[in-house]
């Protein structure tokens, strides 16, 4: 295992601690830019929301963490005002707190699961323990792993101190980080294309969710190898990856998934729910990073507040009630929701 996930876990547990007794709230990237430029006079149900989230936030009933996701949006926006504004709003908001990166949840998700199957003690924690870690360790993952490896052992963890103390604000504009494995906009055209190709592959939505949950787990099938070579000291040649898998799509197929995975029931549903709705087109290249922002919402945070089409996605499948997690897009019920904590 890397220095930087046993740092990032022993963080995690001290940032729930600091958290557990307050409600999360997400916001996507819209949100943070409304509340960015409210409290001006032009938009007045947004400058009663701005005061109210500050409420919250400053009487410590509510906390607001973001993801690498909302992050690196705020970062590639061109403009330096605005840029910085945004990012101090959510550094002051999320109290320096951000969920970890997608790679890192699946593979906790998959070791709970997969401990539960085979009767381990450690599962019986909240979930929610580890899924936190300071901002620069969340945008700048991949860079400081690899230079934690470079040190010596006894400078490591007084490195990784030092980054974390990094204002977000004081990272250069447009930085040169990608997102992986897309680069923020989905291909609409071929998108569309698939979707008239393969409209009558599935006869139910259950068909659906199945072929799409296969294309998930053959997207994230070495990082659960790695899990096993990880926490389970198992040779990952020896590891037979699709029996693995077939394991977990199984179970999803029986119904005896429950609450477990929530990354592998988020991403199968929702992009099932964009190919099952055969008259909808693919048309703003958003649908992944909603998406995304959904798996990393719903099973962690109490609160979740984003666009129309993804709200009315997430209950139309009863996600919301499946992950207890309250989802709202209108401004006018964010407001009264708010209001009501």
Request: with cysteine; aromatic share 12%; hydrophobic share 40%.
């Amino acid at each position: 295992m890397l220095f930087i996930d046993k740092y990032i876990s022993e963080k995690s547990l001290t940032f729930y601690e600091q958290i557990k007794d307050k409600k999360t709230v997400y916001l996507d990237l819209k949100y943070w830019i409304l509340l960015r430029d409210a409290g001006n006079g032009k938009n007045p149900i947004m400058d009663l929301m701005l005061e109210k989230v500050m409420s919250l936030h400053q009487t410590g009933k509510c906390v607001f963490p973001v993801s690498e996701l909302v992050l690196i949006e705020i970062m590639k926006q061109s403009d330096e005002r605005t840029r910085t504004a945004t990012l101090k709003l959510a550094e002051k908001l999320s109290d320096g707190i951000a969920i970890i990166n997608e790679t890192q949840r699946v593979k906790n998700e998959f070791w709970r699961w997969w401990s539960k199957l085979n009767d381990k003690e450690s599962v019986k924690d909240d979930p929610r323990r580890l899924v936190w870690a300071a901002f620069p360790l969340v945008t700048g993952y991949f860079f400081y792993s690899q230079k934690a490896e470079e040190l010596p052992a006894y400078v490591k963890r007084s490195f990784l101190d030092f980054v974390c103390s990094i204002p977000l604000s004081s990272i250069p504009a447009n930085p040169d980080i990608e997102f992986e494995p897309f680069d923020g906009k989905d291909n609409t055209v071929a998108l569309n294309a698939y979707k008239e190709l393969y409209k009558d592959q599935n006869k139910t939505f259950k068909e659906m969710f199945l072929s799409e949950l296969w294309g998930c787990l053959d997207c994230f099938k070495d990082d659960l190898n790695a899990v096993l070579k990880e926490k389970a000291a198992e040779d990952p040649d020896n590891t037979d990856i699709y029996a693995l898998c077939r394991k977990i799509y199984d179970a999803f197929k029986d119904g005896k998934v429950g609450d477990d995975l929530p990354t592998f029931n988020i991403f199968p549903t929702l992009f099932g729910v964009t190919r099952w709705n055969k008259d909808r087109r693919y048309k703003d290249g958003n649908d992944t990073l909603d998406i995304k922002h959904a798996s990393c919402a719903l099973p962690y945070c109490d609160y979740f507040f984003t666009e129309k089409e993804l709200h009315t996605m997430i209950c139309q499948y009863k996600l919301d009630r499946q992950f207890q997690c309250t989802v709202a897009s209108k401004p006018k019920d964010i407001l009264e929701i708010l209001q009501a904590i």
